[in-house]
């Protein structure tokens, strides 16, 4: 017999996977993306801080984990100073993702990022008192020099370019605490330290994104004026509804980043 020329094993196509943690007036996000989607399922994965609640949606393109962070087992959304980062980060790293993407809502002290647009966050100013971490035994020292990545953030402000009258890039988030609203003061002061815009869930997440060494960037939706800082109106109060309907507003050029990210990372 002749001998028979071993065939080259073919290689398999890197399939682009992102696990996406969002929030306020992004719940929809999941069931939009997965409508045009035939594979979207719906998944728990556990740690030792809680199950996490999930939807995988393979948009063709690739594949997307979508974790609202604010889950809880009734109806009941889970708030802020309650979320259990620690097993929403465990849960969007566990699927070995390409890029951790986190959505936030955030008001805003920029007047070139007024309420209804987004812009790409490009570090944290988090003065938080509280610690998080995934390693409470063993003391592990996470770099933050260069907290979000600069390739997905530079696709991700080219994606808003084609949908926005501008894309602000860069941004300073401040991190508060919640679940109120901050005074006008707080809001002033977080400008003096250099911030542009306040949430209350980004400081965490980029901290435990950060010990995972998963690429992250963020999307800062801007849903509101921060306090005092209403143009012709320093007194106008923030309604957290409309923050939510604001911020639901936004959803359309979200998964337009979500999109550009899966075809060029």
């Known amino acids: 017999m002749g001998r ?23 719940s929809a ?3 939009e993306m997965a409508q045009n989607s035939a594979d979207a399922t719906e998944i728990r994965i ?19 984990l979508f974790i609202d962070r604010h889950h809880s087992p009734g109806r009941a959304r889970t708030p802020p100073h309650e979320i259990e980062h620690r097993a929403n980060v465990h849960a969007a ?3 070995g993702p390409d890029l951790i993407l986190s959505i936030n ?5 920029r007047e070139d ?7 790409v966050a490009g570090d944290v100013l988090d003065l938080a008192i509280r610690p998080w971490t995934f390693f409470d035994e ?20 080219e994606s808003l370019s084609a ?41 965490p997440e980029s901290r435990l994104v950060a010990e995972t060494g998963i690429p992250h960037a963020a999307l800062s939706c801007s849903s509101n004026w921060a306090a005092g800082r209403t143009p012709g109106d320093p007194n106008a109060k923030i309604d957290h509804h409309a923050v939510d309907a604001m911020a639901a507003t936004l959803r359309a050029n979200v998964q337009m980043c979500i999109s550009a990210l899966l075809e060029n990372l």
């Open 4 to 26: 028979q020329a071993h065939q080259p094993i073919p290689e398999v196509a890197h399939v682009a996977r992102i696990a996406v943690l969002c929030g306020t007036g992004m």
């Open 29 to 31: 996000l999941a069931s």
């Open 46 to 64: 556990d740690s030792q801080w809680g199950e996490v609640p999930a939807t995988l949606v393979d948009t063709g393109s690739g594949e997307v």
């Open 93 to 95: 790293a566990a699927v």
């Open 105 to 109: 809502s955030v008001g805003t002290m």
């Open 113 to 119: 990022l007024s309420p209804g647009s987004i812009g």
């Open 138 to 157: 063993d003391a592990t020292h996470a770099d933050r020099t260069t907290i979000f990545d600069e390739s997905a953030s530079r696709i991700c402000v």
């Open 163 to 203: 949908s926005q009258s501008e894309a602000v890039s860069g941004l300073v988030v401040a991190q508060c605490v919640g679940p109120q609203f901050e005074s006008p003061a707080e809001i002033d002061a977080l400008v003096r330290l250099g911030a542009d815009v306040v949430g209350m869930t980004l400081g």
